[in-house]
Protein backbone atom coordinates (compact mmCIF):
# COMPACT_ATOMS: atom_id res chain seq x y z
CA UNK A 1 0.00 0.00 0.00
CA UNK A 2 1.78 2.95 -1.11
CA UNK A 3 1.36 6.59 0.34
CA UNK A 4 1.22 9.89 -1.07
CA UNK A 5 3.91 12.29 0.23
CA UNK A 6 3.10 16.44 0.72
CA UNK A 7 -0.40 15.87 0.99
CA UNK A 8 -1.89 18.98 3.09
CA UNK A 9 -4.74 18.60 5.65
CA UNK A 10 -6.39 21.22 7.04
CA UNK A 11 -9.66 21.41 9.10
CA UNK A 12 -13.08 23.19 8.07
CA UNK A 13 -13.03 25.80 9.92
CA UNK A 14 -8.96 26.31 8.59
CA UNK A 15 -8.06 26.69 12.30
CA UNK A 16 -5.27 23.50 12.56
CA UNK A 17 -3.90 22.39 9.66
CA UNK A 18 -0.80 19.59 8.92
CA UNK A 19 1.16 17.82 6.85
CA UNK A 20 1.40 14.30 7.00
CA UNK A 21 4.91 12.25 6.00
CA UNK A 22 2.74 9.49 4.12
CA UNK A 23 -1.21 9.83 3.40
CA UNK A 24 -3.23 6.94 2.35
CA UNK A 25 -6.56 6.21 0.71
CA UNK A 26 -7.31 2.37 1.49
CA UNK A 27 -10.08 0.49 -0.43
CA UNK A 28 -10.15 -2.97 1.63
CA UNK A 29 -8.96 -4.20 5.76
CA UNK A 30 -6.06 -5.73 4.01
CA UNK A 31 -4.70 -2.74 3.06
CA UNK A 32 -5.37 -0.49 6.54
CA UNK A 33 -3.28 -3.95 7.77
CA UNK A 34 -0.22 -3.39 6.03
CA UNK A 35 -0.35 0.61 7.09
CA UNK A 36 -0.13 -0.30 10.61
CA UNK A 37 2.44 -2.93 10.83
CA UNK A 38 4.30 -0.07 8.33
CA UNK A 39 3.73 2.30 11.12
CA UNK A 40 4.53 0.18 13.84
CA UNK A 41 7.93 -0.86 12.20
CA UNK A 42 8.49 3.21 11.49
CA UNK A 43 7.17 3.94 14.79
CA UNK A 44 5.09 6.63 12.89
CA UNK A 45 1.69 8.10 14.63
CA UNK A 46 -1.69 6.92 12.39
CA UNK A 47 -4.64 8.80 12.54
CA UNK A 48 -7.72 8.35 10.38
CA UNK A 49 -8.81 11.51 9.25
CA UNK A 50 -12.73 12.08 8.88
CA UNK A 51 -13.24 15.00 6.67
CA UNK A 52 -11.86 17.32 9.49
CA UNK A 53 -14.83 18.98 10.73
CA UNK A 54 -13.53 18.74 14.33
CA UNK A 55 -12.66 22.66 15.13
CA UNK A 56 -9.67 21.09 17.05
CA UNK A 57 -6.46 19.46 16.11
CA UNK A 58 -8.14 15.96 17.15
CA UNK A 59 -7.74 14.83 13.42
CA UNK A 60 -3.93 16.06 12.72
CA UNK A 61 -0.59 14.21 12.37
CA UNK A 62 2.82 14.63 10.83
CA UNK A 63 3.50 11.26 10.75
CA UNK A 64 0.74 8.53 8.79
CA UNK A 65 -2.49 9.69 8.06
CA UNK A 66 -5.79 7.69 6.97
CA UNK A 67 -8.59 8.36 5.03
CA UNK A 68 -11.29 6.03 4.61
CA UNK A 69 -13.00 7.54 2.01
CA UNK A 70 -12.80 5.02 -0.06
CA UNK A 71 -14.45 2.58 2.20
CA UNK A 72 -17.62 3.95 2.51
CA UNK A 73 -20.10 1.34 1.88
CA UNK A 74 -23.59 0.08 2.87
CA UNK A 75 -22.56 -3.56 4.41
CA UNK A 76 -26.24 -4.40 5.63
CA UNK A 77 -29.28 -2.97 6.23
CA UNK A 78 -32.87 -4.90 7.99
CA UNK A 79 -35.97 -3.08 7.27
CA UNK A 80 -37.30 -5.30 10.07
CA UNK A 81 -35.22 -4.40 12.83
CA UNK A 82 -34.15 -1.10 11.59
CA UNK A 83 -30.70 -1.56 12.09
CA UNK A 84 -27.82 -0.27 9.53
CA UNK A 85 -24.63 -1.72 9.43
CA UNK A 86 -21.89 0.83 7.40
CA UNK A 87 -18.53 1.16 6.60
CA UNK A 88 -16.37 3.32 9.33
CA UNK A 89 -16.10 6.44 5.85
CA UNK A 90 -19.81 6.54 4.88
CA UNK A 91 -20.51 10.62 5.16
CA UNK A 92 -23.75 10.83 7.56
CA UNK A 93 -25.61 12.66 4.41
CA UNK A 94 -24.92 9.64 2.27
CA UNK A 95 -26.52 7.47 5.25
CA UNK A 96 -29.21 9.97 5.64
CA UNK A 97 -30.20 9.07 2.14
CA UNK A 98 -29.91 5.37 1.88
CA UNK A 99 -32.17 5.17 5.18
CA UNK A 100 -34.96 7.51 3.90
CA UNK A 101 -34.90 4.87 0.92
CA UNK A 102 -35.26 2.09 2.94
CA UNK A 103 -38.06 4.28 5.20
CA UNK A 104 -35.56 4.84 8.21
CA UNK A 105 -34.05 7.31 10.02
CA UNK A 106 -31.67 8.44 12.64
CA UNK A 107 -33.00 9.28 15.55
CA UNK A 108 -31.13 12.05 16.46
CA UNK A 109 -28.90 14.14 14.22
CA UNK A 110 -27.08 17.42 15.05
CA UNK A 111 -26.74 21.12 12.80
CA UNK A 112 -24.90 18.81 9.83
CA UNK A 113 -24.54 15.66 8.33
CA UNK A 114 -21.32 16.45 6.35
CA UNK A 115 -19.01 14.28 8.58
CA UNK A 116 -18.25 10.56 8.28
CA UNK A 117 -20.41 8.23 11.09
CA UNK A 118 -16.84 7.26 12.34
CA UNK A 119 -15.73 10.71 13.05
CA UNK A 120 -18.67 11.25 14.65
CA UNK A 121 -18.97 8.77 16.63
CA UNK A 122 -15.43 9.16 17.93
CA UNK A 123 -15.90 12.80 19.55
CA UNK A 124 -19.46 11.86 20.65
CA UNK A 125 -21.86 13.80 18.01
CA UNK A 126 -25.09 15.08 19.41
CA UNK A 127 -28.32 16.71 18.42
CA UNK A 128 -30.90 18.22 20.81
CA UNK A 129 -33.95 16.76 22.82
CA UNK A 130 -33.74 15.97 26.80
CA UNK A 131 -34.94 12.23 25.86
CA UNK A 132 -32.59 11.80 23.07
CA UNK A 133 -29.33 10.62 24.05
CA UNK A 134 -25.78 11.40 21.91
CA UNK A 135 -25.74 9.42 18.26
CA UNK A 136 -23.31 7.26 20.04
CA UNK A 137 -26.17 5.79 22.01
CA UNK A 138 -27.76 4.37 19.33
CA UNK A 139 -25.09 2.45 18.10
CA UNK A 140 -24.97 -1.53 18.85
CA UNK A 141 -21.67 -2.34 16.86
CA UNK A 142 -18.34 -1.52 15.99
CA UNK A 143 -15.43 -3.48 14.23
CA UNK A 144 -12.43 -2.07 15.21
CA UNK A 145 -8.85 -2.75 14.14
CA UNK A 146 -6.12 -2.83 16.62
CA UNK A 147 -2.86 -1.44 16.34
CA UNK A 148 -1.96 -4.94 16.18
CA UNK A 149 -3.73 -5.41 12.66
CA UNK A 150 -6.36 -7.73 14.80
CA UNK A 151 -10.29 -7.46 13.83
CA UNK A 152 -12.41 -7.15 16.95
CA UNK A 153 -16.09 -6.65 17.12
CA UNK A 154 -17.49 -4.81 20.35
CA UNK A 155 -21.61 -5.44 20.65
CA UNK A 156 -23.98 -4.54 23.49
CA UNK A 157 -22.86 -8.09 25.54
CA UNK A 158 -19.00 -7.13 25.14
CA UNK A 159 -16.70 -6.26 27.74
CA UNK A 160 -15.40 -2.64 27.35
CA UNK A 161 -18.92 -1.74 24.22
CA UNK A 162 -19.22 1.04 26.51
CA UNK A 163 -15.47 2.64 26.26
CA UNK A 164 -15.73 1.52 22.24
CA UNK A 165 -18.43 3.84 21.82
CA UNK A 166 -16.86 6.86 22.08
CA UNK A 167 -12.91 6.37 21.50
CA UNK A 168 -11.52 9.84 20.35
CA UNK A 169 -10.16 7.49 17.43
CA UNK A 170 -7.63 6.34 20.12
CA UNK A 171 -8.56 2.14 20.68
CA UNK A 172 -8.17 1.37 16.70
CA UNK A 173 -9.71 2.06 13.37
CA UNK A 174 -13.26 1.58 13.05
CA UNK A 175 -13.96 -0.31 10.45
CA UNK A 176 -18.04 -0.86 10.71
CA UNK A 177 -20.45 1.27 12.68
CA UNK A 178 -23.97 -0.64 13.25
CA UNK A 179 -27.10 1.58 14.18
CA UNK A 180 -30.43 1.41 15.45
CA UNK A 181 -32.83 3.34 13.85
CA UNK A 182 -36.31 4.30 13.77
CA UNK A 183 -38.97 4.16 10.88
CA UNK A 184 -38.33 7.59 8.75
CA UNK A 185 -40.15 10.61 10.08
CA UNK A 186 -41.07 14.10 9.81
CA UNK A 187 -40.32 16.74 11.29
CA UNK A 188 -43.23 19.88 12.47
CA UNK A 189 -40.11 22.38 13.71
CA UNK A 190 -41.49 25.91 14.64
CA UNK A 191 -38.95 28.87 15.19
CA UNK A 192 -40.06 31.74 17.84
CA UNK A 193 -38.49 34.53 19.89
CA UNK A 194 -38.01 34.33 23.47
CA UNK A 195 -36.58 36.06 26.50
CA UNK A 196 -33.50 34.71 27.98
CA UNK A 197 -34.75 35.25 31.24
CA UNK A 198 -38.08 33.78 30.54
CA UNK A 199 -36.80 30.55 28.82
CA UNK A 200 -34.65 29.73 31.57
CA UNK A 201 -37.24 30.52 34.34
CA UNK A 202 -39.39 27.42 32.87
CA UNK A 203 -36.75 25.44 30.65
CA UNK A 204 -38.56 22.09 31.92
CA UNK A 205 -41.67 23.65 30.29
CA UNK A 206 -39.65 24.34 26.95
CA UNK A 207 -37.67 21.51 26.65
CA UNK A 208 -40.46 19.26 26.95
CA UNK A 209 -42.68 21.07 24.75
CA UNK A 210 -41.60 19.57 21.94
CA UNK A 211 -39.19 16.05 21.05
CA UNK A 212 -35.78 18.54 20.45
CA UNK A 213 -36.07 21.79 21.76
CA UNK A 214 -32.96 24.51 21.22
CA UNK A 215 -31.94 27.89 21.44
CA UNK A 216 -29.43 30.55 20.33
CA UNK A 217 -28.79 33.39 22.75
CA UNK A 218 -27.84 36.55 20.81
CA UNK A 219 -24.93 38.46 23.88
CA UNK A 220 -25.55 41.52 24.27
CA UNK A 221 -29.27 41.65 23.86
CA UNK A 222 -31.96 39.33 26.20
CA UNK A 223 -33.06 37.52 23.60
CA UNK A 224 -33.58 34.32 22.35
CA UNK A 225 -34.62 32.38 18.96
CA UNK A 226 -36.22 29.13 19.95
CA UNK A 227 -36.52 26.29 17.54
CA UNK A 228 -38.74 23.50 18.83
CA UNK A 229 -39.13 20.61 16.61
CA UNK A 230 -41.50 16.98 16.97
CA UNK A 231 -42.39 14.32 15.12
CA UNK A 232 -45.19 15.25 12.75
CA UNK A 233 -47.61 13.45 10.50
CA UNK A 234 -48.86 16.35 8.32
CA UNK A 235 -48.17 17.11 5.02
CA UNK A 236 -44.43 18.36 3.80
CA UNK A 237 -44.33 22.09 4.28
CA UNK A 238 -40.53 22.94 3.91
CA UNK A 239 -38.98 26.13 5.16
CA UNK A 240 -39.14 28.35 2.08
CA UNK A 241 -35.35 30.08 1.44
CA UNK A 242 -34.56 33.18 0.28
CA UNK A 243 -31.57 34.00 -1.73
CA UNK A 244 -32.03 37.70 -0.98
CA UNK A 245 -32.11 37.09 2.67
CA UNK A 246 -30.68 33.94 4.07
CA UNK A 247 -28.08 34.19 1.69
CA UNK A 248 -27.12 37.68 0.89
CA UNK A 249 -28.30 39.06 3.95
CA UNK A 250 -27.64 36.69 6.36
CA UNK A 251 -24.11 35.41 5.08
CA UNK A 252 -22.31 37.83 2.90
CA UNK A 253 -23.58 41.06 4.50
CA UNK A 254 -23.52 39.64 7.78
CA UNK A 255 -19.45 38.33 6.90
CA UNK A 256 -19.03 42.17 6.06
CA UNK A 257 -20.27 43.86 8.26
CA UNK A 258 -18.28 41.25 11.23
CA UNK A 259 -15.44 42.17 9.01
CA UNK A 260 -15.78 46.06 9.72
CA UNK A 261 -16.72 45.31 13.48
CA UNK A 262 -12.96 43.85 14.16
CA UNK A 263 -11.85 47.60 13.24
CA UNK A 264 -14.76 48.98 14.81
CA UNK A 265 -15.85 46.67 18.06
CA UNK A 266 -18.55 48.69 19.20
CA UNK A 267 -20.83 48.21 16.28
CA UNK A 268 -20.77 44.01 17.60
CA UNK A 269 -23.79 44.37 19.98
CA UNK A 270 -25.65 46.66 17.29
CA UNK A 271 -24.91 43.80 14.93
CA UNK A 272 -26.58 41.24 17.21
CA UNK A 273 -29.34 42.91 17.31
CA UNK A 274 -30.07 44.11 14.18
CA UNK A 275 -29.84 40.31 13.31
CA UNK A 276 -32.40 39.33 15.84
CA UNK A 277 -34.62 41.36 14.69
CA UNK A 278 -34.48 40.26 11.02
CA UNK A 279 -34.36 36.79 11.61
CA UNK A 280 -36.50 36.41 14.49
CA UNK A 281 -40.02 36.36 13.42
CA UNK A 282 -42.45 33.45 13.84
CA UNK A 283 -42.07 30.23 11.11
CA UNK A 284 -42.94 27.14 11.36
CA UNK A 285 -42.28 24.19 8.66
CA UNK A 286 -42.55 20.37 8.27
CA UNK A 287 -39.56 18.51 6.51
CA UNK A 288 -38.28 15.40 6.77
CA UNK A 289 -36.25 14.91 9.80
CA UNK A 290 -32.56 15.29 8.67
CA UNK A 291 -33.36 18.45 6.47
CA UNK A 292 -35.17 20.07 9.59
CA UNK A 293 -31.96 18.45 11.83
CA UNK A 294 -29.49 19.93 9.96
CA UNK A 295 -28.73 23.71 8.70
CA UNK A 296 -26.80 25.74 6.70
CA UNK A 297 -23.42 26.34 8.90
CA UNK A 298 -21.48 29.06 6.30
CA UNK A 299 -19.17 30.54 8.70
CA UNK A 300 -15.56 29.38 9.34
CA UNK A 301 -15.19 29.90 12.90
CA UNK A 302 -13.32 29.24 16.46
CA UNK A 303 -15.72 27.57 18.18
CA UNK A 304 -15.71 26.20 22.28
CA UNK A 305 -18.16 23.81 23.40
CA UNK A 306 -19.37 21.89 26.59
CA UNK A 307 -21.91 20.08 28.52
CA UNK A 308 -22.96 20.55 32.09
CA UNK A 309 -25.67 19.40 33.90
CA UNK A 310 -28.99 20.16 32.75
CA UNK A 311 -29.96 22.06 36.09
CA UNK A 312 -27.20 24.41 36.02
CA UNK A 313 -28.36 26.03 32.70
CA UNK A 314 -29.80 29.02 34.19
CA UNK A 315 -26.69 29.62 36.67
CA UNK A 316 -24.19 29.39 33.77
CA UNK A 317 -26.46 31.71 31.10
CA UNK A 318 -27.09 34.27 34.15
CA UNK A 319 -23.63 34.76 35.05
CA UNK A 320 -22.29 34.80 31.52
CA UNK A 321 -24.95 37.26 30.42
CA UNK A 322 -24.29 39.43 33.77
CA UNK A 323 -20.28 39.45 32.99
CA UNK A 324 -20.78 40.32 29.67
CA UNK A 325 -23.06 43.52 31.37
CA UNK A 326 -20.12 44.06 33.08
CA UNK A 327 -17.13 43.45 30.74
CA UNK A 328 -18.37 46.20 28.13
CA UNK A 329 -14.91 45.79 26.15
CA UNK A 330 -15.59 41.94 25.47
CA UNK A 331 -17.85 42.47 22.52
CA UNK A 332 -18.75 38.86 20.96
CA UNK A 333 -20.46 37.70 17.81
CA UNK A 334 -23.84 35.84 18.06
CA UNK A 335 -25.23 33.46 18.64
CA UNK A 336 -24.61 30.77 20.87
CA UNK A 337 -26.52 27.48 20.86
CA UNK A 338 -27.98 26.04 23.65
CA UNK A 339 -29.11 22.22 23.23
CA UNK A 340 -29.81 19.44 25.41
CA UNK A 341 -29.29 15.66 25.73
CA UNK A 342 -30.45 12.85 27.49
CA UNK A 343 -27.47 10.85 30.05
CA UNK A 344 -26.05 7.91 28.56
CA UNK A 345 -23.66 5.11 30.12
CA UNK A 346 -21.17 5.21 27.47
CA UNK A 347 -17.29 5.70 29.44
CA UNK A 348 -16.65 9.24 27.97
CA UNK A 349 -19.23 10.46 26.75
CA UNK A 350 -19.66 14.07 27.69
CA UNK A 351 -23.47 13.07 28.94
CA UNK A 352 -22.21 10.25 31.05
CA UNK A 353 -24.87 9.44 33.93
CA UNK A 354 -25.84 13.28 33.43
CA UNK A 355 -28.91 14.86 32.01
CA UNK A 356 -27.10 17.35 30.08
CA UNK A 357 -27.15 21.16 28.02
CA UNK A 358 -24.81 21.73 25.55
CA UNK A 359 -23.47 25.01 25.73
CA UNK A 360 -21.56 26.04 22.12
CA UNK A 361 -19.96 29.45 21.93
CA UNK A 362 -18.42 30.49 18.61
CA UNK A 363 -16.33 33.29 17.15
CA UNK A 364 -16.28 33.88 13.61
CA UNK A 365 -13.52 34.37 11.28
CA UNK A 366 -14.80 37.42 8.45
CA UNK A 367 -12.30 36.45 5.20
CA UNK A 368 -10.60 34.56 7.58
CA UNK A 369 -9.41 37.66 9.94
CA UNK A 370 -8.91 36.47 13.53
CA UNK A 371 -10.67 38.37 16.40
CA UNK A 372 -9.78 38.26 19.56
CA UNK A 373 -11.84 35.81 21.94
CA UNK A 374 -9.30 35.32 24.61
CA UNK A 375 -11.60 36.91 27.55
CA UNK A 376 -14.84 35.27 26.14
CA UNK A 377 -12.99 31.73 25.78
CA UNK A 378 -11.45 31.72 29.39
CA UNK A 379 -14.77 33.36 30.95
CA UNK A 380 -16.99 30.43 29.51
CA UNK A 381 -14.07 27.65 30.79
CA UNK A 382 -14.41 29.29 34.05
CA UNK A 383 -17.99 28.61 34.26
CA UNK A 384 -17.36 24.81 32.79
CA UNK A 385 -15.66 24.35 35.49
CA UNK A 386 -17.78 25.91 38.16
CA UNK A 387 -20.61 23.66 37.05
CA UNK A 388 -18.57 20.38 36.21
CA UNK A 389 -19.11 20.57 32.96
CA UNK A 390 -17.30 18.50 30.34
CA UNK A 391 -15.93 19.93 27.15
CA UNK A 392 -16.59 18.84 23.96
CA UNK A 393 -14.57 16.35 22.69
CA UNK A 394 -13.99 17.67 18.97
CA UNK A 395 -13.39 21.36 20.20
CA UNK A 396 -10.69 22.96 21.55
CA UNK A 397 -10.19 22.82 25.78
CA UNK A 398 -7.36 22.71 27.87
CA UNK A 399 -8.32 19.53 30.29
CA UNK A 400 -6.32 17.09 31.09
CA UNK A 401 -6.05 13.73 32.53
CA UNK A 402 -6.34 15.56 36.12
CA UNK A 403 -8.87 17.45 35.14
CA UNK A 404 -10.77 14.70 33.55
CA UNK A 405 -10.80 11.84 36.35
CA UNK A 406 -12.95 13.97 38.12
CA UNK A 407 -15.35 14.63 35.61
CA UNK A 408 -15.39 11.00 34.50
CA UNK A 409 -15.69 8.02 36.84
CA UNK A 410 -14.63 5.62 34.03
CA UNK A 411 -11.74 7.90 32.62
CA UNK A 412 -8.97 5.68 34.41
CA UNK A 413 -10.52 2.59 33.01
CA UNK A 414 -10.81 4.22 29.60
CA UNK A 415 -6.99 5.14 29.75
CA UNK A 416 -5.66 1.76 30.96
CA UNK A 417 -7.94 -0.34 28.03
CA UNK A 418 -5.91 2.36 25.64
CA UNK A 419 -2.83 1.82 26.70
CA UNK A 420 -3.54 -2.04 26.58
CA UNK A 421 -4.90 -1.95 22.74
CA UNK A 422 -2.69 0.31 21.76
CA UNK A 423 0.82 -0.27 23.83
CA UNK A 424 2.92 2.04 21.49
CA UNK A 425 0.61 4.83 21.21
CA UNK A 426 0.29 4.66 17.30
CA UNK A 427 -2.53 6.48 17.78
CA UNK A 428 -2.09 9.38 19.63
CA UNK A 429 -1.11 12.83 18.51
CA UNK A 430 -0.43 15.94 19.96
CA UNK A 431 -4.22 16.79 21.08
CA UNK A 432 -4.94 12.97 22.59
CA UNK A 433 -1.60 13.44 24.49
CA UNK A 434 -2.44 16.45 25.96
CA UNK A 435 -5.92 14.51 27.22
CA UNK A 436 -4.10 11.57 28.17
CA UNK A 437 -1.59 13.51 30.43
CA UNK A 438 -1.32 15.38 33.75
C1 LIG B 1 -20.16 23.37 10.80
C2 LIG B 1 -20.03 22.33 11.85
C3 LIG B 1 -21.14 21.96 12.59
C4 LIG B 1 -21.02 20.98 13.59
N1 LIG B 1 -22.13 20.64 14.31
C5 LIG B 1 -22.03 19.68 15.28
C6 LIG B 1 -23.16 19.28 16.02
O1 LIG B 1 -24.27 19.75 15.80
N2 LIG B 1 -22.99 18.34 16.99
C7 LIG B 1 -21.77 17.80 17.26
O2 LIG B 1 -21.65 16.98 18.17
N3 LIG B 1 -20.68 18.16 16.55
C8 LIG B 1 -20.79 19.08 15.57
N4 LIG B 1 -19.68 19.45 14.86
C9 LIG B 1 -18.43 18.73 15.12
C10 LIG B 1 -18.34 17.52 14.19
O3 LIG B 1 -19.56 16.86 14.11
C11 LIG B 1 -17.34 16.51 14.66
O4 LIG B 1 -16.14 17.12 14.85
C12 LIG B 1 -17.31 15.44 13.59
O5 LIG B 1 -18.24 14.50 13.85
C13 LIG B 1 -16.08 15.05 13.02
O6 LIG B 1 -16.28 14.15 11.95
P1 LIG B 1 -15.18 14.00 10.83
O7 LIG B 1 -15.63 12.90 9.95
O8 LIG B 1 -14.90 15.30 10.18
O9 LIG B 1 -13.94 13.51 11.70
P2 LIG B 1 -12.54 14.25 11.99
O10 LIG B 1 -12.79 15.59 12.55
O11 LIG B 1 -11.72 14.17 10.76
O12 LIG B 1 -11.95 13.27 13.11
C14 LIG B 1 -12.49 13.24 14.41
C15 LIG B 1 -11.82 12.14 15.23
O13 LIG B 1 -12.28 10.88 14.78
C16 LIG B 1 -11.17 10.05 14.44
N5 LIG B 1 -11.60 9.16 13.36
C17 LIG B 1 -12.27 9.48 12.24
N6 LIG B 1 -12.55 8.36 11.55
C18 LIG B 1 -12.06 7.32 12.26
C19 LIG B 1 -12.04 5.91 12.09
N7 LIG B 1 -12.59 5.31 11.03
N8 LIG B 1 -11.44 5.16 13.04
C20 LIG B 1 -10.87 5.72 14.13
N9 LIG B 1 -10.85 7.04 14.33
C21 LIG B 1 -11.44 7.83 13.42
C22 LIG B 1 -10.08 11.02 14.04
O14 LIG B 1 -8.80 10.44 14.11
C23 LIG B 1 -10.29 12.09 15.09
O15 LIG B 1 -9.73 11.67 16.31
C24 LIG B 1 -19.76 20.39 13.85
C25 LIG B 1 -18.64 20.76 13.09
C26 LIG B 1 -18.78 21.72 12.10
C27 LIG B 1 -17.57 22.11 11.31
Redesign the pocket.
Known amino acids: MNGIRGKYFE ?3 RTYWCRPALYFEPESQQEIKEILKLANENKKVV ?9 SS ?2 CTNDYMVS ?1 IKMDHLLEIDAEKLKVKVE ?2 MRVDKLNDILYDNNMALSVL ?3 S ?3 I ?3 I ?6 TGTQFP ?1 LNFYVTEIELMLASGEIRTYADSSDDFKAVLC ?4 L ?4 SVTIQCEPAFKLDQTEFPAKLEDVLSSLDAYTSSANHFRMLWYPHTDHVLCYAASRTDKPLNPRKFSWFKDRLVGFYLLEFLFYIATFFTFLIPYINLVYFKVFSDRKQYVDRSYNVFNFD ?1 LFKQH ?1 FECTIPLKETAHYLLKLKTWLEDNPSVRVHFGVEIRFSKKDDIWISPCYEQDSCWLNILMFKPYGKEYTREKWWRKNEELMIECNGRP ?1 W ?2 THNMRKSDLVKLYPKFEQFDALRKKLDPNEIFINDC ?1 RQIFSN
Do not use: E, F
Open positions: NWAKVAGIGHSPIALGGGSIDQTAGACVGYHGISLGCGIILCAHAKL
